[in-house]
């Protein structure tokens, strides 16, 4: 097939720091035309009726009433990434088009990411690496000591395919496991992962010597945790958040850590991202921070590449729907 014959996909851009990943472009290339929004912004006219689909990557380009107006034949916005907390979907499913998400290809590496940052954060490992690697280090201190990821007690909020990568993971440490989740899931699913149910978050926060956010940000979950919620934690517990920033009042969180209301917390989002410089989470010494990478593997992020590119060809090509997201 000509590449002019091809359905035009909408991106950002390609390469640069926020444009899609160069070696993401051929797979793109196989089965769109890429418009980039400089082309689409300066050829408006022509290149509207050939956009049939938007890529989201790193949630740019911006989805907005405004593009969505200029595009007539615009059928599917095939988001890369699980969470869409950056898309209007009510607004976008109004004009008649079809939001798609890529669950699958992220649950192992972000799963990944939130063991990383639990043993990280209990072994002391980038204070350790610091004193390491310091010219000032004459020798290791004997009662420089963490705590046990082994046998301690990991509470997850959000039990979907991201928290229960978590569990399977988690079990092979001898971890006790709690979850809370809108759902239960079901009995032979929580006996695989040696999993018990709390209906009441405050139960787990209560019990749990790591407690892991791994839930979508919405009305219900934006602020989840705060003052109240880290009062209840355990003051040797930690806290790790791999879903999105504003899931946690990030000011009540700052006191607990001052305070020492719990020993840590690990994040690898935060809100906004990047912090300001000098936001107080970035001056003290109980807290991990990472930029946002989750997801940033080169395998995770190719099969990310494969499945919004197998969502938006199924909506072109009036295929049922691998991965779509509904409005609420």
């Known amino acids: ?187 032979e699913e929580e006996e695989a992962v040696g999993a018990h149910y709390c209906e009441k978050m405050e139960d787990l926060l209560q019990q749990s010597d790591f407690v892991m956010l791994v839930v979508n940000l919405t009305p219900e979950t934006h602020k989840l945790i705060g003052k109240k919620e880290l009062g209840l934690m355990k003051p040797t517990a930690t806290l790790i958040n791999i879903s999105r920033g504003a899931v946690i009042d990030q000011d009540a969180l700052v006191e607990a850590l001052q305070n020492k209301i719990i020993r840590a917390a690990a994040l690898d989002v935060t809100y906004p991202e990047p912090l300001p410089r000098d936001h107080p989470l970035l001056k003290l010494n109980n807290i991990i921070i990472t930029p946002h990478i989750g997801t940033a593997t080169a395998q995770a992020i190719r099969m990310m590449a494969e499945e919004a590119i197998a969502n938006m060809l199924a909506v072109l090509n009036g295929q049922p729907i691998p991965s779509e997201v509904f409005p609420k």
């Open 1 to 187: 097939m000509a590449e002019e014959e091809l359905p035009g996909v909408l991106i950002l851009d390609i390469g640069g720091t926020h444009g899609v990943l160069e070696n993401l472009v051929p797979l793109l290339k196989k089965h769109f035309r890429l418009i980039t929004m400089k082309e689409f912004l300066e050829n408006k006219k022509e290149l509207s009726k050939k956009i049939q689909s938007v890529f989201v990557f790193e949630c740019r380009p911006t989805v907005d009433r405004e593009l969505l107006e200029s595009l007539p034949n615009l059928k599917v916005i095939g988001n890369s990434g699980v969470g869409v907390d950056h898309l209007d979907v009510k607004m976008i499913s109004n004009f008649g088009v079809k939001v798609t998400n890529t669950p699958h290809a992220v649950a192992d590496s972000t799963a990944d990411i939130g063991m990383a940052l639990m043993l990280a954060s209990a072994r002391r490992l980038v204070e350790g690496c610091q004193i390491a690697v310091s010219p000032d280090t004459k020798c290791f201190a004997v009662d420089w000591l963490g705590v046990e990821v082994t046998r301690a007690t990991l509470g997850i909020i959000g039990m979907g395919s991201i928290g229960y990568k978590v569990a399977q993971r988690a079990r092979a440490f001898d971890m006790r496991i709690l979850y809370h989740n809108r759902n239960r899931r079901r009995k």
